[in-house]
């Protein structure tokens, strides 16, 4: 019986403690006073520093993401539930299916708003989709809930804000590196990601407007498709070498772009073939540091999730100054770089995977 009775207790103490073992890897606190581009609802356009806000009272915030088979909204999490510990605010975090799972999306939205959230933060599949559902809880008369979005807007006058990298700046950065390593001519292949998606689309119209700056650059092939499945990458990459074996390089969106380092390998093609990545993760570093990826540029998304949830607290405290808009800058990546690169800003700690409940009461 004594027996029995000592393993209830671990079993009771061991579930109290189970949602500290979220914040058990170390956590990096050196985002604050950080700078970003802030644009404030009058116009005005400054770079200014963040620091954390703490809330006046209890508030519960809901968020949902696309997904968490992307390692992108992964770290994103692990900023959301570090920084609304810190803050001592609630948040509940649901996650859809995926880039096709829309509904799931819009189902999500509807029951965090039917929880009484003071306030709903969209991580969009497509900000297009999901105009309409946003825009309606944003203006009801009873009980109007502030809509943020974060990684892409949807076109809502009743906004409250945003947060976000520069995704055309990432594609114009992507292929401007290789066209300038190039010295501005050659072939070129680009695999975008998931068609449909608003910030794959937007990264594509920036690679596109830097293909005008350079009109030797000649775009051979555009295969849209899965850009979190290395796999997915290397078939792709196979296919495009085969039909164009004098390529020279490759502009690529995420994960895609190990398999493509990998097909390069296998036909020892490394140095011959130029490959550029927007959104690396951190199992990109040891591709970035044998050379077989030459350039990455990604943004600022762990503290991103950390400056949008501030911003939400400021604007429920009742400030007056609090921007609307924010743009945290691109971080490019490169092999003379790499050891210096502030994984902080844009990785969760190695290893750290988000937890079955994604809830924290506030303080």
């Known amino acids: 019986m004594k027996r029995m009775r000592i393993i209830v207790a671990l079993v009771v103490l061991l579930t109290a403690l189970a949602p500290l073992a979220v914040f058990a890897t170390p956590y990096n606190d050196d985002w604050q006073g950080i700078k970003a581009e802030n644009v404030y609802p ?3 356009r400054v770079y200014e520093s963040w620091e954390r806000t703490y809330p006046k009272k209890a508030y519960n915030i809901g968020i949902s993401i696309p997904s968490l088979g992307s390692p992108y909204f992964v770290n994103q999490v692990y900023g959301f539930l570090t920084e609304a510990k ?3 605010v609630g ?8 880039y096709d799972d829309l509904q799931g999306q819009v189902n999500q939205i509807e029951n965090l708003v039917n929880k009484g959230v003071d306030a709903l933060i969209v991580g969009p599949i497509s900000a297009e989709g999901l105009a309409a559902i946003t825009d309606r809880f944003a203006t009801r008369r009873r009980k109007p809930v502030p809509v943020y979005f974060i990684g892409e807007a949807a076109l809502i006058h009743s906004l409250s804000g945003y947060v976000c990298e520069n995704d055309f700046d990432f594609g114009f950065k992507s292929v401007d590196y ?6 501005g001519k050659g072939k070129i292949a680009i695999l975008p990601g998931p068609a449909g998606n608003t910030y794959t689309e937007t990264i594509n119209m920036g690679a596109h407007a830097a293909l005008e700056r350079y009109p030797g650059l000649e775009l051979v092939a555009e295969r849209w498709g899965d850009s979190e499945d290395p ?3 290397q078939a792709v990459a196979e296919n495009i070498l085969n039909a164009h074996p004098d390529l020279d390089a490759f502009f690529v969106v995420e994960a895609q772009s190990h398999g493509v380092a990998n097909a390069l390998k296998e036909r020892k093609l490394t140095d011959k073939v130029i490959l550029t990545v927007a959104y690396p993760f951190q199992e990109t570093i040891p591709y970035i540091k044998d050379g077989s990826i030459d350039y990455g540029v990604t943004g600022y998304s762990l503290t991103n999730a950390r400056i949008m949830l501030n911003m939400v607290v400021r604007n429920l405290n009742g400030e007056r100054k609090v921007p609307k808009y924010v743009w945290t800058p691109g971080l490019e ?4 770089n790499i050891s210096s690169f502030p994984r902080s800003h844009v990785w969760a700690p190695e290893g750290w995977s988000p937890p079955s409940s994604m809830t924290i009461k506030p303080r």
Not at 91 to 98: D, E, F, H, Y
Not at 333 to 336: C, D, E, H, K, L
């Open 42 to 44: 009058w116009g005005a």
């Open 86 to 88: 810190a803050l001592g």
């Open 91 to 98: 948040v509940t975090i649901l996650a859809a299916k995926g």
């Open 178 to 183: 290789i066209g300038k390593k190039l010295n």
């Open 231 to 233: 796999a997915h990458g």
């Open 333 to 336: 990546m490169t092999r003379g």
